[in-house]
């Protein structure tokens, strides 16, 4: 037998590895001491060094095996290169070769890895094949086993080695699979492959013919093991490639990579964790499916024990199938020679198991399960569905085992498994729901991924596949789950998506028909299961109506089922249950033959196994919504509590009093499990519900009475906490399923309007808590300025963690506030990514605690601190935070008196901070030093995108260092110098650098001293410059000589897209000469010359070049001085020019006649959108006009008639006008 071999020669290799004193044997001749390397086992995490791991939860019997590990790195075995010992022929006279002291392997055996001089003595032919083998060598045996490995799987790619006549075939098991070249000894010729890289069927391989060999290695082997694996490969394949669509499964095909497990992952309901999060996982790194058992880096190794995590119904067993279908076919993991892909669900049929039993579980054809038990090769054993486990897993105080050969407690084994006392060189794959993974200490966990939801793509694709025959009723059904935010979110998940899907459209098939009494379409959780259990019962799916007698014959067979099945739902769901067998069927009454001849497939799942039959409900949500039902029913009758199966309790009488138990019991549950049973109990009582169910599954208005009262236990829930939990968000969505909605409706007009303050109490807390994560009001944002106190706010903490877009404005928050946002933004269940703290009372203290939690947070990359009072301590503390923090993106310390200090600290964060690309620090009084510290480290950033310094005094000096700065950085695209007392010295140096900087797309020089003499300089930096986009000149000095001269470089310039030049003391002149630019410039779409003394001359050359230039699409000239003959000329350009869209006239002398010429125009422009005629002395006839040339077809969106001295009688005349003539315009009059 292969495994008593393999067992022999580890045995003599101990034997000879040691003298008769102990002393370690010397090397075999030519291999110096790295002919061995021992292959690790373990992977790193990506983030947790090995050294780290917890070795007190491994067996104590293993540290030999680690101490071993190190010194075979630390004496230097793995020296590349150097000779090894050839492989001889397994001949009997041959000594199989002896084994370096330390490598002695106890019962599950080290790997050894062989290196060979292979380059030295290979043929031209080989070089395809060169390389180092890693894996466990078994020098001079040849046994089926290798064989077969050697010829793994037909149809596979890559060009890969083949025992066949003539060549020794050693038993090398790789660790790179059939990729590496099998070693052989001195002078022999290499294995043959087929060309084009597929392999021949067994019956065509040949048979060896006896030259060299070992005994016993002739053509048997080959014959009695290639069947063998292939069997398992097919029947893989069979069990796993049915029903496995590979366009539909995309979505599996990449992992999230996480950390571990988060709080609400570990404690919430499945269901709850969506809704909280709104669908959407944290921020992750992605791994695809191929590279799940890889190592991340060069420097790590693969992971021996990995989790996958998925809520039930996100696809893990689906995960599963894919991963081995793919990997049976050849076309992911070829380094993983065996996968024994195994359910807990049957390993539950088992009360004791050895580690050899359940590889033959795995691998029922295997004749050699001891060789995997071993490690003769990388196998990968697959444990699909934690979760359905009987028994929970105890690693405190499982008893070690490490013989593969003794049965034990299959918990124990499992446990020992995954310690690494049994199978220790086998991989390990588990795949669980979230809350029950928390079995495994996190230390043992070399890997964890999760599985995420749909897209929106995916989501619409999913129900495309579901109505193949009818895409209209797919849209259909999309459009009104989209249109319901909180089924949008559940629908994220594959098995929930399914069941609503198919509710609704059974709902919109049938309501077209006018026998039935139509119905809302289904809103709640409730009401959604309500038509899904009425089409399941009564056989009818998406397909013609049946015929009333068979209705009713096939609902009263299956309500005698519902019964019987509600209860045994009840009570597993009690006892955490989800996966049943023929006994526990039996002992709930359910007759099986009527199981499988009446009840709908989609309710229960059957699944035929070695030892038995398992049962289980199609989706965790079916099984509660049973059990709810069999609660209500049966507590009309009940005498006890119904909690106790005994009936061993005190009396409960009455319906009110079971209920209010079960919401007692759905709070004291510390797993939250029947959080979603007690949701639909009280669905149950909503009018909605018990109207579609009655003559089905409920009597009508069986406790309809109790509805009123039922809500009073509800709400005297949410008024009794002093904190918003995630309980209180449960039971104000209870109250949504009994149709309850006043408290919730109040709250969220109150949010619309922005008058929260001063009504948020207890309950209506409880009930914003639960409309941050429902209501539309709070989709793209959160908004809770204005309205929050400290105890409030500390009240909604938890449930803020989930709002991506949170404004906290101007609620006077001070720095013992700063301390709960910093506990909430350390949390590891954070999912917050834009946080505005804008206007509120922080000082140093409240900065400092929130750098703190910017050392830990992982999703925060906005933060907007404007209008508060830090100083310059407060921005140290930021600064220090900013230097390890490689998440946050921006951050506003506008007017927070950071003064140069502050600046400084900001300028060290900034030389090694390589993430941060806006920065805001206007108004903070950084003076001309603080902007040279800035500009220094811009020397070195590569980083930030946006500087913001308007209003910091920083002056000519200042502007000098900024300079400096640009000639070297070419990352800033935006720079906000407003504000700075900046005159032509240094808008010269800032200018000049210009002329080589290749980065920077804004610059603002609004409201400095610029005057004419700086006009020169920024006209030669437009003429070379070829990548500044905006320039804002406004408020500054230039007059007709400094725009005389920027517009004779607007006409070589063919870069620059916006001009801003209001408030100059621009005259005709300058703009003569700018009009005469825009006849050839191609590249300015926005010019600003409001508030310059243009006039009518002005406006007449600006109006000539419009009739040529097509590419201005906006024109600011807002008091420019422009009168009726301004207007005319302006009026003809209208006619012809087809680019401009934006046109702002406000506080001119256009007239009634300059009206009527405007008027015209409009009536052939078909470009122009906007229009700004405010404070023009149109007077009525002037606006009858404009309202009038509305009537033909234009393009106008907005038309401004303010000011005009119409008056009120005939301000509502011109608006009606308008929205008579063009109801699509926007109208102000």
């Not at 001949?91 to 080290?110: D, E, L, N, R």
């Not at 025959?469 to 249109?483: C, G, K, P, T, Y």
């Not at 009110?656 to 138990?661: A, D, T, V």
């Not at 400096?964 to 700075?980: G, I, T, Y």
Request: glycine share 8%; aromatic share 4%; net charge positive.
């Amino acid at each position: 037998m292969l495994l008593g071999r393999v067992c022999g020669l580890q045995d003599r290799a101990a034997a000879a590895g040691e003298g008769s004193a102990g002393q370690p044997r010397p090397p075999l001749p030519g291999s110096g001491a790295a002919g061995f390397r021992r292959i690790p086992h373990r992977d790193l995490h990506s983030h947790q060094p090995c050294a780290d791991r917890k070795e007190d939860l491994r067996d104590p019997g293993q540290e030999g095996a680690r101490r071993e590990r190190k010194e075979t790195k630390a004496t230097g075995l793995e020296r590349a290169g150097e000779p090894g010992p050839t492989l001889p022929r397994c001949c009997p006279s041959i000594a199989p070769p002896q084994v370096p002291s330390g490598h002695t392997s106890g019962k599950g055996g080290f790997c050894l890895q062989l290196e060979h001089p292979w380059r030295s003595k290979q043929s031209p032919g080989d070089k395809e094949l060169s390389g180092t083998r890693r894996g466990c060598t078994l020098p001079g045996h040849e046994d089926a086993l290798a064989t077969a490995l050697l010829t793994r799987r037909p149809g596979e790619g890559g060009t890969r080695p083949r025992a066949g006549p003539g060549h020794t075939c050693p038993s090398v098991l790789s660790h790179r699979g059939l990729d590496q070249p099998v070693p052989q000894a001195a002078g022999k010729g290499r294995l043959p492959a087929v060309p084009g890289g597929h392999h021949l069927p067994p019956a065509q391989a040949g048979a060896p013919d006896g030259r060299g060999g070992c005994p016993g290695a002739g053509s048997e082997p080959p014959a009695r093991a290639e069947p063998m694996v292939q069997k398992h490969l097919e029947s893989l394949q069979s069990s796993c490639g049915n029903g496995l669509e590979t366009g539909a499964l995309q979505r599996l095909t990449n992992l999230l990579l996480v950390e571990g497990l988060t709080d609400i992952q570990e404690k919430e309901h499945d269901i709850l964790q969506v809704e909280t999060t709104k669908g959407l996982p944290s921020v992750s790194k992605s791994i695809p499916l191929e590279k799940l058992f890889l190592p991340l880096s060069k420097v790590s190794i693969p992971p021996r024990i990995s989790v996958t995590i998925g809520v039930a119904g996100i696809g893990k067993s689906t995960l599963v199938k894919l991963f081995v279908c793919s990997w049976a076919k050849g076309e992911i993991n070829r380094d993983i020679m065996f996968v024994l892909p195994l359910t807990f669900r049957e390993l539950n049929t088992y009360e004791k198991l050895s580690a050899e039993r359940l590889v033959c579980l795995a691998f029922p054809h295997t004749t050699e399960p001891g060789c995997i038990s071993a490690g003769a090769a990388r196998t990968l054993l697959i444990l699909d569905g934690l979760d359905e486990f009987k028994t929970p897993l105890d690693f405190s105080n499982a008893v070690v085992c490490t013989d593969p050969k003794k049965e034990i407690q299959v918990d124990n084994l499992i446990t020992n498994i995954i310690r690494g006392n049994l199978l220790q060189e086998a991989s390990v794959w588990v795949t669980s729901r979230p809350a029950a993974a928390r079995q495994i200490p996190s230390g043992l966990v070399d890997r964890m991924t999760e599985i995420r939801g749909f897209g929106a793509a995916e989501m619409k694709d999913f129900l495309e596949q579901m109505f193949l025959d009818n895409r209209e009723l797919s849209s259909q059904v999309l459009q009104h789950i989209r249109a319901n935010r909180s089924l949008h979110v559940l629908c994220t998940i594959p098995g929930f998506c399914w069941i609503s899907g198919s509710s609704i459209a059974y709902f919109l098939k049938r309501s077209g028909d006018q026998s039935q009494e139509t119905t809302v379409v289904p809103r709640t959780l409730s009401e959604i299961y309500s038509y899904y259990f009425k089409m399941a019962l009564s056989g009818d799916w998406l397909e013609k109506p049946r015929e009333a007698l068979r209705i009713e014959q096939a609902v009263n067979t299956s309500k005698k089922l519902v019964g019987s099945l509600g209860r045994l739902a009840f009570y597993g769901l009690l006892r955490r249950k989800h996966v049943f067998y023929e006994q526990d069927m039996k002992a709930y009454g359910i007759d099986l033959s009527l199981l499988h001849s009446c009840l709908s497939t989609r309710l229960l799942l059957k699944e035929d196994m070695q030892a038995s039959t398992a049962y289980y409900f199609s989706h965790l949500t079916i099984q509660e919504f049973l059990a709810a039902l069999y609660y209500y029913t049966a507590a009309k009758r009940a005498i006890f509590d119904l909690f106790t199966e005994s009936g061993m309790s005190w009396p409960k009488l009455g319906f009110l009093n079971h209920f209010r138990s079960a919401v007692q019991r759905a709070l004291q549950a510390e797993d939250r499990q029947l959080d979603v049973f007690i949701r639909f109990l009280s669905g149950l009582l909503s009018p909605q519900v018990n109207k579609l169910l009655s003559g089905w599954l409920l009597a009508k208005d069986e406790h309809g009475g109790f509805r009123s009262q039922a809500i009073g236990v509800l709400q005297g829930c949410l008024n009794a906490e002093h904190a918003v939990s995630s309980r209180a968000v449960n039971a104000m969505r209870c109250l949504h399923e009994m149709q309850h909605t006043d408290t919730a409706k109040a709250v969220e007009e109150a949010m619309r309007s922005g008058s929260l303050a001063g009504m948020l109490t207890p309950m209506n807390c409880s009930a914003l808590a639960y409309l941050l994560q429902v209501s539309d009001v709070c989709l793209e944002e959160t908004n809770l300025s204005n309205c929050l106190t400290y105890n409030v706010c500390k009240s909604l903490l938890s449930q803020l963690l989930f709002c991506h877009s949170l404004r906290l404005d101007n609620n006077q928050f001070k720095d013992d506030v700063m301390e709960l946002l910093g506990s909430v933004l350390s949390g590891k269940d954070c999912q917050i990514q834009r946080l505005s703290l804008a206007e509120n009372q922080i000082s140093k203290k409240g900065a400092k605690a929130l750098a703190r939690s910017l050392l830990v947070n992982r999703s925060l990359m906005v933060l907007d601190l404007r209008s508060n009072s830090i100083g310059p301590t407060g921005a140290k503390a930021l600064a220090d935070a900013l230097k390890k923090n490689q998440i946050l993106l921006s951050l506003n310390l506008q007017h927070n008196s950071i003064k140069e200090d502050g600046a400084t600290f900001l300028a060290e964060a900034l030389l090694t901070n390589p993430t941060l690309v806006t920065l805001h620090l206007q108004k903070n009084a950084i003076g001309a030093q603080g902007a040279r510290k800035i500009a220094e480290a811009l020397k070195q950033n590569c980083s930030l995108r946006e500087l913001i310094l308007s209003s910091n005094s920083v002056g000519d000096d200042g502007s000098i260092a900024l300079a400096e700065a640009l000639r070297v950085n070419h990352s800033l695209q935006s720079l906000d110098l407003q504000s700075n007392s900046i005159s032509s010295a240094g808008v010269t140096a800032l200018t000049a650098a210009l002329c080589s900087n290749k980065g920077l797309l804004s610059l603002n020089l609004r409201e400095n001293s610029i005057s004419k003499e700086g006009g020169p300089a920024i006209a030669r930096a437009l003429r070379s410059n070829s990548t500044l986009r905006k320039l804002d000149l406004a408020a500054n000095l230039l007059y007709d000589d400094g725009g005389k001269a920027i517009a004779l470089a607007i006409r070589e310039n063919r870069a620059l897209t916006s001009l801003h030049l209001q408030w100059n003391f621009i005259q005709a002149k300058a703009a003569t000469a700018l009009a005469q630019a825009l006849q050839s410039n191609s590249s300015l779409a926005s010019l600003d010359l409001q508030e310059n003394a243009i006039g009518d001359e002005g406006m007449a050359a600006l109006s000539a070049a419009l009739k040529v230039n097509t590419t201005l699409a906006d024109l600011h000239l807002q008091v420019a001085s422009v009168g009726a003959a301004g207007a005319q000329a302006l009026a003809e350009a209208l006619m012809v020019n087809k680019s401009l869209q934006i046109l702002d006239l406000r506080g001119n002398s256009l007239g009634p006649a300059g009206a009527k010429a405007v008027a015209n125009a409009l009536k052939v422009n078909r470009s122009l959108r906007w229009l700004n005629l405010q404070e023009n002395s149109l007077g009525m006839d002037g606006a009858i006009c404009i309202a009038t040339a509305l009537k033909g077809n234009h393009g106008l969106t907005y038309v401004n008639l303010q000011g005009n001295r119409i008056g009120q009688s005939g301000a509502k005349m011109i608006s009606d006008a308008i929205r008579s003539n063009s109801p699509d315009c926007v109208v102000d009059v």
